[in-house]
């Protein structure tokens, strides 16, 4: 991969966010579980980003479909700034982005965006399933996160 000195700025504000961010949430709570559902939706966002910016995840970084993920990571956002980083409202958010992952694919598939061999590839179902996962798990941790305030 050949990087323009773009890639390189790109790739220093996503790694900078990532670390504003769980700085600012270390800072709000000494709940464990909330910190440590936090940087586990902060890494599920990171490879997303990443790994779609990258090589794409449907096919190649080129191919339309990809685009979709961006709605992945507008309900994860969107989910947190309405619950206002709360963390039932955020386990909320959470296992909606986990739906949104797992949509994306489906949707390609059923809209013909990509062919078939493309959407059912090992890569693209074990990437979903992971990411999904990643946003799953940092749901239950806000679920207990949520259980353990007074």
């Known amino acids: 991969m050949d990087w323009t000195a773009l890639d390189f700025v790109v790739a220093t504000a996503l790694v900078a966010s990532v670390f504003i961010i769980y700085t600012l949430a270390v800072?709000?709570?000494?709940?464990?579980?909330?910190?440590?559902?936090?940087?586990?939706?902060?890494?599920?966002?990171?490879?997303?980003?990443?790994?779609?910016?990258?090589?794409?995840?449907?096919?190649?970084?080129?191919?339309?479909?990809?685009?979709?993920?961006?709605?992945?990571?507008?309900?994860?956002?969107?989910?947190?700034?309405i619950a206002r980083f709360q963390p039932h409202g955020m386990a909320r958010a959470l296992y909606a982005s986990a739906i949104a992952q797992a949509l994306v694919p489906a949707v390609t598939l059923f809209a013909g965006l990509s062919p078939v061999r493309l959407i059912l590839s090992w890569d693209v179902l074990f990437l979903t399933g992971f990411l999904a996962a990643l946003w799953i798990v940092s749901a239950r941790l806000f679920h207990r996160a949520a259980r353990s305030q007074p």
């Open 27 to 81: 800072r709000k709570t000494e709940n464990t579980a909330y910190r440590a559902a936090v940087g586990i939706a902060l890494a599920a966002a990171f490879f997303l980003v990443w790994v779609n910016g990258a090589v794409g995840i449907i096919g190649d970084e080129n191919n339309d479909a990809n685009m979709m993920y961006v709605g992945v990571l507008a309900v994860a956002i969107a989910g947190a700034i």
